[in-house]
């Protein structure tokens, strides 16, 4: 079962334009928040990650924004380039077990 | 190898076969995940390796899956009596480690149950 809601399903930017997706959970029990890229026919890639002791961590044009006290973090992507059009997962990972969990996922495009 | 890779890439079969699905990790990672993505959604966790140990299988959606991983490295994933409703992209991750190390994820298995 999902415990992560993502938002929104799908985007469209132009090229150049801050594209910013949205996840929030409910359980504090987790200690990790990472975001995978998946482009088609290939498995996810981990793109940036946070943990909970920061409100924010940048990694290129990537960003992550992180707000424990709503349970929320979303994704921030600078400069967005036609490159960029992918799938994006938000996850999460509970302090007391091994897997992630995903959230639905949010299709991206980025036109030129 | 550089990466995870899965195979085969794509499996179609009749509903009620059995399959067999494979998955060889990063060189020396000892942890080791099967996901399930159906088309839409983000990978569902099945069960994680660590070691020659299935340490938790509590997303096996019933007793027609089964994974193993005799040696540490290779692992296989086995669906008995095959339902259409077991149509869906698996994917297999390996990790260094346990917790909170990146999980590398291969290009993953189509199957499709006719």
């Known amino acids: 079962q999902q415990q992560v809601k993502q938002s929104p399903q799908s985007l469209i930017v132009q090229k150049g334009g801050i594209p910013i997706i949205n996840c929030a959970y409910e359980?504090?029990?987790?200690?990790?928040f990472p975001w995978y890229q998946q482009f088609p026919g290939k498995g996810p890639a981990l793109l940036i990650a946070?943990?909970?002791?920061?409100s924010e961590k940048k990694e290129g044009r990537f960003t992550i924004s992180f707000n424990k006290s709503a349970k929320q973090f979303s994704l921030h992507i600078m400069d967005s380039q036609p490159g960029d059009s992918a799938t994006y997962f938000c996850?999460?990972?509970?302090?007391?077990?091994?897997?992630?969990?995903f959230g639905k996922g949010t299709s991206l495009l980025v036109t030129p | 190898g550089a990466g995870v890779s899965q195979t085969p890439s794509n499996k179609v079969t009749e509903k009620g076969k059995y399959v067999e699905l494979r998955c060889d990790p990063i060189s020396g990672h000892t942890a080791l995940y099967w996901y399930r993505q159906s088309l839409g959604q983000g990978p569902e966790f099945l069960i994680y390796f660590q070691g020659t140990g299935a340490a938790d299988d509590s997303g096996l959606p019933n007793d027609r899956f089964f994974a193993v991983r005799p040696e540490g490295s290779v692992s296989t994933l086995k669906i008995q009596r095959t339902e259409r409703g077991d149509s869906a992209v698996y994917l297999c991750?390996?990790?260094?480690?346990?917790?909170?190390?990146?999980?590398?994820f291969g290009p993953g298995t189509r199957l499709t149950v006719l």
């Open positions: 946070i943990r909970p002791d920061v």
């Open positions: 991750a390996s990790a260094s480690g346990q917790g909170t190390d990146t999980q590398y």
């Open positions: 996850a999460l990972h509970s302090n007391s077990g091994y897997a992630l969990n």
């Open positions: 359980n504090t029990a987790f200690d990790y």
